[in-house]
């Protein structure tokens, strides 16, 4: 049975910092590149950060750039995303994705999916 579960939401201040994970079972993870994804309330559901299947190769979308890092541990079949410098418009549920590719969509993504965390950015 394939799973991911995603942890380490919640509520974090202006220029805090918070670091997801999201474990992995049921496939062979180090076969699947990984991504963190996004939505916030009434937007759509997009791709926040990328890791190739080996973590040699990430990207970035422009507005997290510079202050989150996704990295992967495939002995523990964990992908983290730390989220430093937070902003208010960070505040979304945030989904870890397995797959081939990575699309900017959620709706265009296929593979696997975990059921989500909530991140709150607030004072």
Known sequence: QVQLV??????????????????????????????????????ECELVAEISTDGGTTSYADSVKGRF?????NAKNTVY????????????????????????LCTQNGGYWGQGTQVTVSS
């Open 69 to 73: 890092t996704i990295s992967r541990d």
């Open 6 to 43: 995603e942890s380490g939401g919640g509520l974090a201040q202006p220029g805090g910092s918070l670091r997801l994970s999201c474990a992995a079972s049921g496939f062979t993870f180090s076969m699947y590149a990984m991504g963190w994804y996004r939505q916030a309330p009434g937007k």
């Open 81 to 104: 995303l730390q989220m430093n410098s937070l902003k208010p418009e960070d505040t979304a549920v945030y989904y870890c994705n397995a797959g081939v590719v990575m699309f900017r």
